[in-house]
């Protein structure tokens, strides 16, 4: 686990596509996580950009996966009923400078507002 400068650490971890045309809402099924956004045009996989931080905003602790480091592993999508998408995601990511981080068993819920 990488090491911040404060006793509170704050843990981000973002899950996106990118395309020119409307992002429709993923049906369930697994998709892989894949580095950058250019690599998630065709909406099949999702790239994963995770950073931590102390809670000062100014200062950044490290950032994996995303477009700065490697990222491979599966999120799925369990259900996507009243707009409201739940699914679990397991993954390693690097930062830039080769960093590993390992997330296994991980769990979410975003309702419509958040994608």
């Given at each position: 686990m ?16 990118n ?5 429709a809402l993923?049906?369930?099924g697994?998709?892989?996580i894949?580095q950058?956004l ?5 909406q099949t996989?999702?790239?994963a950009?995770?950073s ?5 905003i100014?200062?950044i ?5 995303g ?6 592993g599966t999120l ?5 009923i009243?707009d409201?998408?739940?699914g679990?995601f397991?993954?390693?990511a ?5 960093q590993k ?6 769990q979410?819920?975003?309702p419509?507002d958040l994608?």
């Open positions: 990488p090491k911040v400068s404060s006793t509170v650490t704050i843990w981000n971890i973002y899950f996106e596509q395309s020119s045309k409307s992002i993923p049906k369930p697994e998709y892989p894949v950058g250019a690599n998630t045009n065709d996989s999702f790239n950009s995770i931590v931080r102390t809670d000062a100014s200062e602790g490290a950032t994996f996966g477009n700065v480091g490697a990222v491979n799925k999508i369990v259900s996507n009243n409201i998408i739940k679990t397991s993954f390693e690097y930062s830039s400078n080769g981080l390992r997330v296994t068993n991980g979410f819920v975003a419509k994608w």
